[in-house]
């Protein structure tokens, strides 16, 4: 059974913008939520996670440029990725930190030329 559904990637030019989108199941926190992204040939990394009390974490090569939010109506974790790199493409995934669930299909992201 999915747990949680990913989506909004695509494909951009570099320096573009791309919105995600994480549908998770009613009895989980968006709030204990982090987003993750796993490059072809590369480990599953932590991309982003809101910290107890609200603080948020991104990872070093993606600070200042993501923002984590939470649409309390749609009931989603969104990230929002600006001035995107090829680097920065991936397959990307919602999931919990602490008590992980099994991983939805992911939604790709790609930025190229």
């Known amino acids: 059974q999915v747990q949680f559904v990913e989506s909004g990637g695509g494909l951009v030019q570099p320096g573009g913008s791309l919105k995600l989108y994480c549908a998770a199941p009613?009895?989980?926190?968006?709030?204990?939520l982090a987003w993750y992204r796993q490059a072809p040939g590369n480990q599953r990394e932590l991309v982003a996670r809101?910290?107890?009390?609200?603080?948020?974490e991104y990872a070093d090569s993606v600070k200042g440029r993501f923002m984590l939010s939470i649409d309390i109506f749609k009931r989603t974790l969104n990230l929002q990725m600006n001035s995107l790199k090829p680097e920065d493409t991936a397959v990307y995934y919602c999931?919990?930190?602490?008590?992980?669930?099994?991983w939805g299909q992911g939604t790709q992201v790609t930025v190229s030329s």
């Open positions: 999931n919990s930190p602490t008590t992980p669930r099994d």
């Open positions: 009613q009895d989980i926190s968006l709030a204990t």
């Open positions: 809101i910290l107890k009390g609200g603080a948020q």
